[in-house]
């Protein structure tokens, strides 16, 4: 099992920036991908940046430029800076934790609000 804490959200104007963070404790494999995701309310949850423990990244179009993510392998803790941010980055976002079989869980989410 692993379990995943996240911190960083709140409420921004536009433009500002924030910084999330998630921990994740317990069976930490050495190998695993960690990542963000947000989901806009009836729709599916959508990746917004992932980082592997090799350091490989991915992000979804919407956000490049605009958020950077990394990661601490020696704490299991993943951030992702946000920039620039717009009205529709309004939403939770989630922090995900994939092991090499596959395994895959989820943090509480944490919700980011900008205003315009």
């Known amino acids: 099992q692993v379990q995943l804490v996240e911190s960083g959200g709140g409420l921004v104007q536009a433009g500002g920036s924030l910084r999330l963070s998630c921990a994740a404790s317990g069976s930490i494999w050495s190998f695993n991908v960690m990542g963000w995701y947000r989901q806009v309310p009836g729709k599916q949850r959508e990746l917004v940046a992932a980082?592997?423990?090799?350091?490989?990244?991915n992000y979804a179009d919407s956000v490049k430029g605009r958020f950077t993510i990394s990661r601490d392998n020696a704490k299991n803790t993943v951030y992702l800076q946000m920039n620039s941010l717009k009205p529709e980055d309004t939403v939770v976002y989630y922090c995900?934790?994939?092991?090499?079989?596959?395994?895959?869980?989820w943090g509480q989410g944490t919700q980011v609000t900008v205003s315009s």
């Open positions: 995900n934790y994939k092991d090499p079989r596959g395994y895959s869980y």
């Open positions: 980082i592997a423990s090799n350091d490989n990244t």
